[in-house]
């Protein structure tokens, strides 16, 4: 993708314009210079229907002499409360890319909406411009053969303010930046599980350090066991892979400045283990180092965007597979606390990862704020779908920012009850706590993150289950079929807004 910033509305260089249309608003006029090479634009867009409603789109042919050339026009819907909610344009935007992919266009000139449309700065909309316009074009298709069952990914535009704002070339840049990582963290969900193990990752979480001065640091399987990492070892103990377990570290602030944690599950397939998942359920499970590779790619963008924060990530990786060295429902493992867990079910793995992870994190580090993402439950995804992730925390500070970074990044987030009163479910006769909750409490989700709660400390935490909106979610025009990148969005925004 490739993005400059233009003051001319003159479109003749390029193939394609695209335009968004507010519903019931007349487009004429944001088409004049159009409308007086092409006349006919005006009958074309009425023979199309075309209102400005949200979801609608059409692709114009605009013909002179023998030169083709095409208006995209899509909806941004109707005001509400006097603006047009910014989501309503990522996908009026996801729309009209995905129609320039549709018609095979290589590159277009974008008329970037006024951002006092959407109550917001400039800045911000150019920024959202640049990250969506990414996400949009992105697309697994490496191991596709046939070119025919490929778009072109790889677009040039050229963004048109209005007026003129030749200073906002950083937020270009930076959406830019931020909107590559994305697309670079779906591909990494994207691939098969044989070609990203935890090696893999752990691989190219290296690149980036090395790339971005980051420091880090990469424990093996026979260090994690070592240091009494009971649960990621005990994970990995039915694979033939070798666990790691990834930190990150970036310095941004001076002395004394705060210090966040991320956290992020990276269990690069997910197989149940001997409680082994019934098989349409394991289809979709390369994506279980969702948060993980969310996690990596933050830390990539946090490391060219500079906030001034310090941030450490932490990164727990392990294959969950059955095998006679696998753990069995009925061991008790011990974790980096020195807390134990009986297993009753292999399949509720990610906690056991996370806990030694979370440990580390608050034992090592004089942390300001921690927040962990995992694919981690079924139960999630149930209860909230695809569109929002699952937030759980006792620290209102804490919930109160990222609800502002979620509302402000696009990576929608809700708040499910996380009152000790569930607790309870996971305590075991055998050992300090149990991997399953109690069927009397049902709640899943919740019941996964009180298991969290006991790797925490008193360090601000919050938890978010990932599991719905990581994959797969349907009707977001800026996604495609497989992985959304969920995370890295709001990750970064909190880092940026820390103050
Ligand atoms: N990785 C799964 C959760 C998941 C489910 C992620 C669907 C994405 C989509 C997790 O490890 C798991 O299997 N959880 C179990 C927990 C149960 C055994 C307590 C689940 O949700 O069924
Ligand atoms: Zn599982
Ligand atoms: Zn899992």
Same mark, same amino acid.
């Given at each position: 993708?490739?993005?400059?910033?233009?003051?001319?509305?003159?479109?003749?260089?390029? /193939?394609?314009?695209?335009?968004?249309?507010?519903?019931?608003?007349? %487009?004429?006029?944001?088409?004049?210079?159009?409308?007086?090479?092409?006349?006919?634009?005006?009958?074309?867009?009425?023979?199309?229907?075309?209102?400005?409603?949200?979801?609608?789109?059409?692709?114009?042919?605009?013909?002179?002499?023998?030169?083709?050339?095409?208006?995209?026009?899509?909806?941004?819907?109707?005001?509400?409360?006097?603006?047009?909610?910014?989501?309503?344009?990522?996908?009026?935007?996801?729309?009209?890319?995905?129609?320039?992919?549709?018609?095979?266009?290589?590159?277009?000139?974008?008329?970037?909406?006024?951002?006092?449309?959407?109550?917001?700065?400039?800045?911000?909309?150019?920024?959202?411009?640049?990250?969506?316009?990414?996400?949009?074009?992105?697309?697994?298709?490496?191991?596709?053969?046939? /070119?025919?069952?490929?778009?072109?990914?790889?677009?040039?535009?050229?963004?048109?303010?209005?007026?003129?704002?030749?200073?906002?070339?950083?937020?270009?840049?930076?959406?830019?930046?931020?909107?590559?990582?994305?697309?670079?963290?779906?591909?990494?969900?994207?691939?098969?599980?044989?070609?990203?193990?935890?090696?893999?990752?752990?691989?190219?979480?290296?690149?980036?350090?090395?790339?971005?001065?980051?420091?880090?640091?990469?424990?093996?399987?026979?260090?994690?066991?070592?240091?009494?990492?009971?649960?990621?070892?005990? @994970?990995?103990?039915?694979?033939?892979?070798?666990?790691?377990?990834?930190?990150?570290?970036?310095?941004?602030?001076?002395?004394?400045?705060?210090?966040?944690?991320? @956290?992020?599950?990276?269990?690069?397939?997910?197989?149940?283990?001997?409680?082994?998942?019934?098989?349409?359920?394991?289809?979709?499970?390369?994506?279980?180092?969702?948060?993980?590779?969310?996690?990596?790619?933050?830390?990539?963008?946090?490391?060219?965007?500079?906030?001034?924060?310090? @941030?450490?990530?932490?990164?727990?990786?392990?294959?969950?597979?059955?095998?006679?060295?696998?753990?069995?429902?009925?061991?008790?493992?011990?974790?980096?606390?020195?807390?134990?867990?009986?297993?009753?079910?292999?399949?509720?793995?990610?906690?056991?990862?996370?806990?030694?992870?979370?440990?580390?994190?608050?034992?090592?580090?004089?942390?300001?704020?921690?927040?962990?993402?995992?694919?981690?439950?079924?139960?999630?995804?149930?209860?909230?779908?695809?569109?929002?992730?699952?937030?759980?925390?006792?620290?209102?500070?804490?919930?109160?920012?990222?609800?502002?970074?979620?509302?402000?990044?696009?990576?929608?987030?809700?708040?499910?009850?996380?009152?000790?009163?569930?607790?309870?479910?996971?305590?075991?006769?055998?050992?300090?706590?149990?991997?399953?909750?109690?069927?009397?409490?049902?709640?899943?989700?919740?019941?996964?993150?009180?298991?969290?709660?006991?790797?925490?400390?008193? %360090? /601000?935490?919050?938890?978010?289950?990932?599991?719905?909106?990581?994959?797969?979610? /349907?009707?977001?025009?800026?996604?495609?079929?497989?992985?959304?990148?969920?995370?890295?969005?709001?990750?970064?925004?909190?880092?940026?807004?820390?103050?």
């Amino acid at each position: 993708m490739k993005i400059t910033l233009s003051t001319t509305r003159s479109i003749e260089h390029m /193939p394609a314009l695209l335009v968004f249309m507010e519903q019931g608003a007349a %487009v004429e006029e944001q088409l004049k210079e159009q409308i007086a090479l092409y006349p006919h634009i005006p009958l074309l867009l009425n023979e199309a229907k075309m209102q400005g409603k949200a979801g609608s789109g059409c692709a114009i042919p605009l013909i002179k002499g023998d030169s083709l050339k095409w208006l995209i026009i899509t909806g941004l819907g109707e005001r509400h409360k006097a603006i047009i909610p910014v989501e309503n344009y990522r996908r009026a935007l996801g729309k009209a890319i995905k129609l320039l992919q549709q018609h095979k266009i290589m590159s277009a000139a974008v008329y970037v909406p006024d951002a006092s449309l959407f109550g917001q700065t400039k800045e911000y909309i150019i920024k959202q411009t640049a990250i969506i316009a990414c996400m949009a074009a992105y697309r697994f298709d490496e191991y596709m053969s046939n /070119p025919e069952c490929k778009v072109p990914q790889d677009l040039t535009l050229e963004f048109i303010l209005m007026p003129p704002a030749e200073e906002l070339s950083k937020s270009l840049k930076e959406g830019m930046i931020i909107g590559k990582v994305v697309n670079k963290v779906r591909h990494w969900i994207d691939l098969p599980p044989a070609a990203l193990t935890p090696i893999e990752l752990a691989d190219k979480a290296k690149q980036i350090a090395d790339a971005h001065h980051l420091k880090i640091t990469v424990y093996d399987e026979p260090e994690i066991k070592a240091m009494g990492m009971g649960g990621l070892a005990g @994970v990995s103990a039915g694979s033939e892979q070798n666990c790691k377990l990834v930190i990150l570290e970036y310095q941004g602030g001076g002395k004394g400045a705060p210090t966040l944690g991320f @956290v992020g599950k990276g269990i690069t397939f997910d197989s149940g283990g001997l409680s082994l998942k019934p098989a349409a359920s394991m289809e979709t499970m390369k994506d279980d180092m969702s948060g993980a590779a969310a996690v990596i790619g933050a830390m990539e963008i946090i490391a060219q965007l500079k906030p001034a924060v310090n @941030v450490v990530a932490l990164v727990p990786l392990s294959e969950n597979l059955p095998s006679g060295t696998a753990i069995k429902p009925g061991d008790i493992l011990r974790f980096y606390n020195g807390k134990t867990a009986e297993v009753r079910n292999t399949d509720a793995e990610g906690r056991l990862i996370l806990a030694d992870a979370l440990s580390y994190a608050v034992k090592h580090y004089k942390l300001d704020a921690l927040v962990d993402l995992a694919t981690l439950t079924g139960a999630c995804a149930y209860a909230l779908g695809p569109f929002f992730s699952g937030l759980m925390s006792q620290y209102p500070a804490l919930v109160e920012r990222i609800q502002l970074a979620a509302e402000s990044s696009g990576d929608r987030v809700w708040p499910l009850p996380f009152d000790n009163d569930y607790k309870k479910a996971i305590k075991s006769e055998v050992a300090d706590i149990c991997n399953i909750g109690n069927g009397k409490y049902k709640a899943g989700a919740i019941t996964a993150g009180f298991f969290l709660s006991n790797f925490v400390e008193d %360090v /601000p935490w919050a938890h978010l289950d990932i599991a719905g909106t990581a994959f797969e979610v /349907p009707d977001i025009s800026y996604y495609s079929s497989g992985a959304t990148g969920v995370g890295v969005r709001l990750l970064v925004d909190l880092a940026l807004s820390w103050k």
